[in-house]
């Protein structure tokens, strides 16, 4: 990303930015006003050789507090070149970090997970998108898990083995008040609601199913092999999920009645939890690589199926799924003492957070909402024909 393109993310995304840089005259700083769209350059004195030296980043949002960035970028470079690249590239990715981290993450999205920190029950949790506000909603003796938002960020879904053993899905509100159980027979697993906010697909034994809401108009959409873990598409569509029909476990893709049913996956490698960018270009997943460890890989919804390794180094990494806003994506990964915590990445696999650096237990399975991208409750949706809602673009594409 070069530094004009730079200074335009900012400008959309409403940041005043002072930076030190290293510019085609030398070191400066550049103060940039979102008010007035302009920025002006000061001369800078201290830190001459910033290319082994410190690159400084302050990045300001709108009503929040100021947070300072510090980056030591050390070591030669291979080619004199290239050197002023190297460090707008450096730079260009600390404000990706700061806008993620610190800006889009804090403005009001949730993340729900599962955690067993408390006695080793497996519970509810829900926190901000910045992993904030951490709280409890689930407090039983059974294994609580597989949360899932409504689109609205008011209910969530979830499996519970909390009836005689038996996993069946619930609802509850975001505060984990009114709980339901929607299904009575079987085995039901990982709910995910539609972005209409009117039904919800699942697992029930073997196969992928619908229902409402409230657990009725139950219809199977597959019906051969093992299949699980149903993921929809953001424009409701079409669904992704995981089949073990021709042999190994592998990512497809169906029409939202089960039709056209597609594998998007085929080197046999073990798969599992498919998620859909908010852009609907890119599926994330979960994968074993030649080195036997999971990694996150994102392969493309449709057409000629590119696949791109997000991940590469151990330990185990799973259960990818993508921030509201396309940039960021958050995972589980195994931590030590055989625990597992939840983490952010870039949606170019670049490492920014964990979240809740100690304590007992293990955090897992995030799914991530923004309760204000719902304009409107699901009952007062109507459908017009003025025109298409312009989906957010992702950095893969």
Same mark, same amino acid.
């Given at each position: 990303m070069k530094y004009r393109e730079v200074v335009k993310r900012m400008k959309r995304k409403g940041y005043s930015c002072y930076e030190i840089n290293r510019g085609n005259r030398g070191s400066h700083r550049s103060w940039y006003n979102p008010e007035t769209g302009k920025y002006s350059m000061l001369p800078y004195h201290g830190n001459k050789d910033?290319?082994?030296?410190?690159?400084?980043?302050?990045?300001?949002?709108?009503?929040?507090?100021?947070?300072?960035?510090?980056?030591?970028?050390?070591?030669?470079?291979?080619?004199?070149?290239?050197?002023?690249?190297?460090?707008?590239?450096?730079?260009?990715?600390?404000?990706?970090?700061?806008?993620?981290?610190?800006?889009?993450?804090?403005?009001?999205?949730?993340?729900?997970?599962?955690?067993?920190?408390?006695?080793?029950?497996?519970?509810?949790?829900?926190?901000?998108?910045?992993?904030?506000?951490?709280?409890?909603?689930?407090?039983?003796?059974?294994?609580?898990?597989?949360?899932?938002?409504?689109?609205?960020?008011?209910?969530?879904?979830?499996?519970?083995?909390?009836?005689?053993?038996?996993?069946?899905?619930?609802v509850m509100d975001a505060d984990g008040q009114n709980m339901k159980r929607l299904t009575k027979d079987s085995t039901n697993r990982h709910p995910a609601w539609s972005p209409d906010g009117g039904r919800i697909a699942f697992t029930r034994n073997t196969q992928i199913c619908v229902m409402d809401t409230d657990g009725k108009n139950l219809v199977?959409?597959?019906?051969?092999?093992?299949?699980?873990?149903?993921?929809?598409?953001?424009?409701?569509?079409?669904?992704?999920?995981?089949?073990?029909?021709?042999?190994?476990?592998?990512?497809?893709?169906?029409?939202?009645?089960?039709?056209?049913?597609?594998?998007? %996956?085929?080197?046999?490698?073990? $798969?599992?939890?498919?998620?859909? *960018? +908010? !852009? @609907?270009?890119? #599926? /994330? &997943?979960? =994968?074993?690589?030649?080195?036997?460890?999971?990694?996150?890989?994102?392969?493309?919804?449709?057409?000629?199926?590119?696949?791109?390794?997000? %991940?590469?180094?151990?330990?185990? $990494?799973?259960?990818?799924?993508? *921030? +509201? !806003? @396309?940039?960021? #994506? /958050? &995972?589980? =990964?195994?931590?030590?003492?055989?625990?597992?915590?939840?983490?952010?990445?870039?949606?170019?696999?670049?490492?920014?957070?964990?979240?809740?650096?100690?304590?007992?237990?293990?955090?897992?399975?995030?799914?991530?909402?923004?309760?204000?991208?719902?304009?409107?409750?699901?009952?007062?949706?109507?459908?017009?024909?003025?025109?298409?809602?312009?989906?957010?673009?992702?950095?893969?594409?």
């Amino acid at each position: 990303m070069k530094y004009r393109e730079v200074v335009k993310r900012m400008k959309r995304k409403g940041y005043s930015c002072y930076e030190i840089n290293r510019g085609n005259r030398g070191s400066h700083r550049s103060w940039y006003n979102p008010e007035t769209g302009k920025y002006s350059m000061l001369p800078y004195h201290g830190n001459k050789d910033i290319d082994k030296g410190l690159l400084c980043s302050l990045i300001k949002a709108k009503g929040e507090i100021s947070l300072g960035f510090f980056y030591s970028f050390r070591g030669k470079m291979s080619i004199k070149v290239g050197r002023c690249l190297t460090t707008v590239i450096v730079f260009s990715l600390l404000i990706q970090m700061q806008f993620t981290v610190n800006g889009y993450a804090a403005r009001g999205t949730k993340i729900a997970f599962t955690s067993t920190r408390h006695n080793g029950f497996s519970e509810i949790y829900i926190m901000d998108g910045d992993g904030g506000n951490q709280v409890r909603l689930t407090y039983h003796a059974g294994r609580d898990g597989g949360a899932s938002w409504s689109p609205d960020g008011r209910r969530i879904a979830f499996v519970s083995n909390r009836d005689r053993g038996y996993d069946r899905i619930y609802v509850m509100d975001a505060d984990g008040q009114n709980m339901k159980r929607l299904t009575k027979d079987s085995t039901n697993r990982h709910p995910a609601w539609s972005p209409d906010g009117g039904r919800i697909a699942f697992t029930r034994n073997t196969q992928i199913c619908v229902m409402d809401t409230d657990g009725k108009n139950l219809v199977p959409l597959t019906h051969i092999g093992y299949n699980s873990q149903p993921a929809w598409s953001p424009d409701g569509t079409r669904i992704a999920f995981v089949s073990h029909r021709d042999g190994g476990p592998e990512i497809y893709v169906m029409d939202e009645n089960g039709d056209n049913q597609e594998r998007r %996956t085929g080197n046999k490698a073990v $798969k599992s939890a498919p998620a859909w *960018s +908010p !852009d @609907g270009r890119w #599926i /994330a &997943y979960s =994968s074993l690589d030649l080195q036997r460890v999971f990694q996150i890989y994102v392969v493309r919804s449709e057409g000629v199926p590119l696949k791109k390794k997000l %991940t590469r180094k151990p330990p185990d $990494k799973f259960h990818p799924v993508w *921030s +509201p !806003d @396309g940039d960021t #994506i /958050a &995972y589980t =990964s195994a931590v030590a003492f055989g625990n597992t915590r939840i983490h952010l990445m870039s949606d170019k696999g670049i490492f920014l957070k964990q979240f809740r650096e100690v304590g007992n237990g293990s955090d897992l399975s995030p799914d991530w909402v923004d309760p204000a991208a719902w304009s409107v409750p699901p009952a007062e949706n109507v459908v017009t024909s003025w025109g298409k809602i312009k989906k957010p673009r992702s950095a893969l594409q």
